[in-house]
């Protein structure tokens, strides 16, 4: 179904869904470049392509591999042939892309123990904090669909910094079209769910982070 196409109330309610969920900022000289784990090379690919613009001095990576699925699982075919490892983590892999595309290797700093999102953050954190890197501004390259959440966490993780989100396109969910395919519709309204459930804890310790009272 085309947006045009959508009856007034659908409409809104696709619209709302579509501004929430899909963060996108133009980039800006920052810090670093941020890329959370996964298997799929795009968001590197982008954090690559920002870096060779000299938007950030360093990227990094972080990931070990899924919690749920214990183990780094493999590429797709269609990146295998691309990049054919072996990888054993998601960090090992993510390096691979961003070397692949012009990042020098003495540029990319190591977080390879994260198995999901929030990890991905604090343990991102915990690396720039012993490094002594003041992260004023930082990019943030996602999935488009896991904009909003990945900005959560990284906000609370880093409750002083300027995010700016560049996610990666060309997937079968973008905000102009998630709304037309099963597909799309499974991962951002999943992200809405995920969103509902997690957010409350987050969202509390970032406002007592910044000297506010929940009651």
Not at 15 to 44: L, M, N, W, Y
Request: with cysteine; proline share 7%.
């Amino acid at each position: 179904m085309a947006n045009d196409a959508m009856t007034p109330g659908v409409k809104r309610y696709v619209d709302a869904v579509t501004e929430f969920i899909f963060v996108e900022d133009a980039p800006q000289k920052a810090d670093i470049i941020f890329v959370p784990g996964s298997p799929d090379p795009r968001h590197a690919v982008r954090a690559a392509e920002l870096y060779c613009e000299r938007y950030a001095p360093y990227v990094l990576p972080s990931g070990r591999f899924s919690r749920t699925e214990g183990r780094f699982a493999g590429l797709k075919p269609e990146w295998a042939q691309h990049y054919p490892g072996p990888f054993q983590t998601e960090w090992d892999f993510l390096r691979t892309v961003l070397i692949k595309h012009g990042v020098p290797e003495e540029n990319i700093l190591r977080e390879d123990q994260a198995t999901y999102t929030w990890e991905n953050a604090r343990f991102s954190r915990r690396l720039t904090d012993a490094m002594g890197l003041e992260i004023r501004r930082a990019i943030l390259c996602t999935k488009p669909w896991h904009a909003r959440r990945a900005l959560m966490y990284y906000q609370a993780a880093y409750p002083d910094t300027e995010f700016l989100l560049c996610p990666a396109h060309g997937y079968r969910a973008d905000r102009d079209n998630w709304y037309a395919s099963a597909y799309g519709r499974e991962r951002v309204l999943g992200e809405v769910l995920r969103l509902g459930g997690q957010a409350e804890e987050v969202f509390t310790m970032m406002v007592q982070q910044s000297g506010g009272d929940i009651r």
